[in-house]
Structure formats: C-alpha cells, structure tokens
T-cell receptor, first 115, second 109 residues
Framework: SAVISQKPSRDICQRGTSLTIQCQVD?????MFWYRQQPGQSLTLIAT?????????ESGFVIDKFPISRPNLTFSTLTVSNMSPEDSSIYLC????????????FGPGTRLTVL | KNEVEQSPQNLTAQEGEFITINCSYS?????LHWLQQHPGGGIVSLFM???GKKKHGRLIATINIQEKHSSLHITASHPRDSAVYIC???????????FGTGTRLQVFP
C-alpha cells in the first residue's frame, strides 16, 4: 500500500501569484500523477511525473503554467503559475497503475481558491 | 461523447436499500477502478477490476469486458455510504486513468 500526503491542504491566493503543492509518498514509486478537479467536475490528468526526466503533460496543460519537479522517488511538486480564478480547483497527486496491481492511491488533495 | 459515462448522476436512497451505479466506456482498457470521494475531497479506491466480480463487505463490483460495462452495487445501504462514486478506466498498456463524472449518492436514515 501507499500513504500519500499533500501540502498545503487548502489555500486562498490572489490572481497573478503562484502556488507550489507538495506531494510525499511513504514508499518509492516510479510514476506519480497530478490531477485537477474543477468544481462540480470529475478528475482530469494534468501530467505524469517521472523521476529523472521531464514530466509528460496532457493536452491542454503546459509546463509554463504547471511546472512539475520530481527530485526523488518519494516526492513531487506541482506549481500553479500566474493564477487566475479559473485555476480554482482541487489538485490531487496519485500513484498506482502497474506498480500497484490492486489499486490506485490518491493524496488528500489541495483545495485552491483564486480570488 | 465522454469516453466514460456513469449513471445515474444523482441517486438518493433510504437506509437499507440496494444501490446500483453503472459505468460504460468506449475505449480499450486494462482495468477499471471504482473510487469513492467524500465531501472533504479525499478519494479512496474501492475496487480495481479487469474481469468478473469482486466483493468487499457490502460492496460488489462487476465488469463485462465484451459489453464495456461495469456496475457497483451497495447492499444494505447506510448513511455513511453517502459520497460521490467515480468510475475510472485505465487505458490499455498505460497507467493513465480516464474518469467518469461521478454519481452523487445520498442515503437517508
């Protein structure tokens, strides 16, 4: 199993600023995933973070807006840059897939409100 | 058309009722996940299925690969089952998940 923690759990930010969200896993994992859940919507994959290489971004998401770091096998950060109210969402990190054959594990999420 | 469709979107039930949530998908998958999201936002994985049926306590999940359909059943529902239930499919040969829009379940005492 995997236990995932995220910081901060929530934040309220001003338009134009940036916020870095941290994700810590209690075991080493190859791939970590960052998701966004906009109000009333389901989850959308932002990017896959691989240790030792650049993150792979999904269509509609770019590195300049959502830079990701993956310095080691237990930690990753997602930065939401130059924020606007449209970025107000829950951001979740996740591990799973082929490394964990029975389940997916999700962090508790970071609830971001941009004013 | 979404690649993963869930029904119903909203569901209310009286305590003790049998609940069924359905999920249909249109892509090739290696597995299907049922997730539970409580109002605080935290997501818990309930099941990962690649075939057949799984049971955990009062929860049962089934999948029919040929028909590209899965169901989540809750027997003897309880108010603490109130949550959003999300179906997510794992694309074939990748670790990526595509999520349904969720089913909001409210169980009243």
């Amino acid at each position: 199993s995997a236990v995932i923690s995220q910081k901060p759990s929530r934040d309220i930010c001003q338009r134009g600023t940036s916020l870095t969200i941290q994700c810590q896993v209690d075991s080493q994992v190859t791939m970590m995933f960052w998701y966004r859940q906009q109000p009333g919507q389901s989850l959308t994959l932002i990017a896959t973070a691989n240790q030792g290489s650049e993150a792979t971004y999904e269509s509609g998401f770019v590195i300049d807006k959502f830079p990701i770091s993956r310095p080691n096998l237990t930690f990753s950060t997602l930065t939401v840059s130059n924020m606007s109210p449209e970025d107000s969402s829950i951001y979740l990190c996740s591990v799973g897939g082929t490394a964990y054959t029975d389940t997916q594990y999700f962090g508790p999420g970071t609830r971001l409100t941009v004013l | 058309k979404n690649e993963v469709e869930q029904s119903p979107q909203n569901l209310t039930a009286q305590e003790g009722e049998f609940i069924t949530i359905n999920c249909s998908y249109s892509v090739g998958i290696s597995a299907l996940h049922w997730l539970q999201q409580h109002p605080g936002g935290g997501i818990v994985s309930l099941f990962m299925l690649s075939s057949g049926k799984k049971k955990h306590g009062r929860l049962i999940a089934t999948i029919n690969i040929q028909e590209k359909h899965s169901s989540l059943h809750i027997t003897a529902s309880h108010p603490r089952d109130s949550a959003v239930y999300i179906c997510a499919v794992q694309l074939y040969n990748t670790d990526k998940l595509i999520f349904g829009t969720g089913t909001r379940l409210q169980v009243f005492p």
